[in-house]
């Protein structure tokens, strides 16, 4: 299950910054067909909010976490399929792809038109575990 740290910019700011696609580990416009969501920040109303690229990937705002890996799996119900979620610090969503992968974000920092993100992928399709395991070996080494 690949993770990483990454910054998108608002579309209304860059939307060549604004998109992610989770399959490929990159930024990308916020229209391609490969994004799977985009971010917008509204600075009439002062937030940020997260879009679903189209109406088959579904998304889940889990609320508040302490750290990334309180969440290991993803949900069998409760999914959005409105597209659009605000972007809340410290909050983690959960993604349910078009192409029938889940992943993960959680919102680190949102600053003016950018939000910083930890995000991971489950590369096996349907599997909704989103936490890399922890073994333990002989010895209680890790």
Known sequence: RPEGIEYLKSYTYDPFE???????????????PETDF????DEELNT???????EDTWMQDMGYTE????????????????????????HTYIFWT??????????????????????????DEGNR???IPIFILKGGER
């Open 18 to 32: 604004a998109g992610y696609d989770f399959s490929e580990y990159e930024v990308k416009y916020y229209l391609d």
């Open 38 to 41: 985009y971010y917008e920040y």
């Open 48 to 54: 940020g909010f997260i879009y679903a690229r189209d």
């Open 67 to 90: 750290n990334f890996e309180e969440i290991g799996y993803a949900p069998t119900e409760g999914w959005s399929k409105i597209g659009v979620l605000e972007a809340i610090e410290g």
């Open 98 to 123: 078009r192409d029938n992968h889940f992943a993960k974000i959680r919102i680190e920092k949102i600053y003016d038109n950018k939000m910083k993100f930890r995000w991971a992928y489950q590369v």
């Open 129 to 131: 575990e989103l936490k």
